[in-house]
């Protein structure tokens, strides 16, 4: 990184703020809580303004352009969304309050918690969750409290597709369950004959996506959900790919009996570095006493003249909390302003055209990238990043490349059943220019990669910082561009 640094840029006595002279006596610092150890950079506004915003372009984000993170739903988030969780009544009050002084809020959460279990077909919702993977927990945590509430203790095991995110493996051993992985058939879905011969009582439950994380409804959804439930066992939904279902099909009539939803993903708050997640888990009708608390409920009804009273519950089985007070209230605020802006028609014209979109770049590449499982995909597709033809290419080379070319790569490497993947995700956000040339850039790149295979291979060329030893970064994070001396 040639880039200097805000030490290096320092200069001795240069100063950013001027101060009026004083008008109390001078008294010297207490020396005791004054680090002679913590040098502070030395610079002039203009100095600090120009290096922030230096730094700050060399950020890929979704305001710059394309965003294809497949299973990530990077779509863009209407700037109305900010504006309205920086109005003061909601950013500035505070957790402790009286809640009849956050009736507003209250209502508002609860109005989400509604339009969530319309979305979903589901009985009950908790908003506490603070991303997906917390609400994959909360909802495993859910399955072990129910089966302990009926007395059947001999259920140890989650079933678990190959497709699946890490996260879905993680969250079932994190509680506790021995996870059996369950392997796709030839088609994408989950394969019947192999779950056939792993139920019994002592499977707790199954954890599937839908679409999964190759792009596809699985076909045999309501069948592997019955089946499970035949066998004792309760589905979970992990619902991170729930843009490609909005307003044509619901988890919840689908068989399933929990589901997260990841705000973040679906309606449109800001994702990885720009906010906090938010994961909020639906139930059906058996397990609401389960869910985390609190959630909002209506203490007395209102009438022609005057709104209900909001007040917090906590279910009567309530596995308790999950999160400090209720959530990331903020993206709640975010994701309630796209719902109502949308409406039931465009939540609907919502998934339409993320499925368009994907079916589109997946017409423009099937003749230049090996589709593995080749059939109309919903949101998202999975290409493979190598060519026989093309030795030593990897899907890496190829997702590099694209930078050069002023594209996000998309996912590589996951799901972990395709060999190089290259997991791409358009969304309903980008246009058909956008797509088209995101589609000549992979087309332009396949070319290369068979008659000059150096360009990938060195890629990225124009950033700031070229290609990373991502193992080292890895394993010796350095976070600080200071470390104290001593
Ligand atoms: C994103 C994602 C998750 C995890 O969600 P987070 O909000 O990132 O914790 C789980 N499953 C799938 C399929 C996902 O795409």
Request: negative net charge; contains cysteine.
């Amino acid at each position: 990184m040639t880039e200097p640094t805000i030490y290096e840029l320092s200069s001795p006595g240069r100063l950013g703020v001027r101060y009026p002279d004083p008008d109390v006596p001078l008294t010297p610092l207490p020396t005791e809580f004054v680090r002679d150890s913590l040098p502070l950079p030395e610079l002039s506004e203009p100095d600090v303004i120009r290096h922030f915003t230096r730094l700050s372009t060399f950020n890929y984000n979704v305001d710059k352009g394309l965003y294809p993170l497949g299973s990530c739903t990077m779509k863009y988030n209407p700037k109305v969304n900010e504006e309205a969780a920086r109005l003061p009544g909601f950013a500035l009050t505070h957790p402790l309050q009286p809640e009849e002084t956050v009736q507003g809020n209250l209502a508002l959460m609860y109005e989400l918690q509604e339009w969530l279990k319309e979305i979903s077909g589901f009985a009950g919702v908790s908003l506490q969750p603070a991303a997906g993977a917390q609400g994959e927990f909360t909802g495993v945590m859910i399955i072990r409290a129910y089966h302990k509430a009926r007395g059947d203790t001999k259920r140890t095991k989650i079933l678990i597709p190959d497709s699946a995110h890490g996260t879905n493996p993680a969250t079932s051993a994190m509680s506790g369950y021995q996870v059996v992985n369950l392997p796709t058939d030839s088609n994408g879905n989950v394969d019947l004959n192999a779950l056939k011969n792993v139920l019994d009582d002592q499977i707790a439950g199954l954890m599937l996506t839908n679409p999964n994380t190759l792009g596809l409804f699985d076909v045999n959804v309501v069948e592997v959900n019955r089946m499970v439930h035949e066998a004792g066992g309760l589905v979970y939904g992990d619902g991170a790919n729930l843009n490609a279902l909005l307003g044509i099909t619901r988890p919840g009539d689908l068989g399933f009996d929990i589901m997260h939803f990841n705000l973040h993903k679906t309606f449109s708050t800001p994702h990885g570095g720009g906010g906090p997640g938010s994961g909020p888990v639906a139930v059906a009708k058996h397990l609401v006493d389960f869910l985390p608390g609190p959630i909002v409920d209506i203490i007395e009804e209102g009438t022609e003249e005057e709104p209900p009273l909001y007040g917090f519950c906590m279910p009567s089985k309530s596995i308790g909390r999950v999160k400090s007070f209720f959530g990331h209230f903020g993206m709640m605020v975010r994701a309630y302003v796209y719902i109502s802006m949308h409406g039931p028609e465009g939540l609907r014209n919502i998934a339409e055209h993320a499925v368009l979109n994907a079916n589109y770049l997946l017409a423009r590449l099937r003749n230049t990238y090996k589709i593995p499982y080749d059939r109309i995909c919903m949101h998202e597709f999975v290409a493979e990043g190598r060519w026989e033809d093309a030795p030593g290419i990897r899907a890496l080379d190829i997702a590099k490349r694209l930078i050069d070319y002023d594209f996000h790569p998309p996912t590589n490497y996951f799901p972990l059943i395709v060999h190089e993947a290259l997991m791409i995700e358009p969304t309903e956000t980008e246009n058909k220019q956008t797509l088209d040339r995101f589609a000549e850039a992979l087309i332009k790149i396949a070319q290369e990669a068979h008659q000059s295979p150096e360009l990938l291979k060195e890629a990225p060329h124009n950033t700031p910082v070229r290609r990373l030893d991502e193992v080292k970064a890895a394993k010796e994070l350095v976070l600080c561009c200071w470390i104290p001396e001593n």
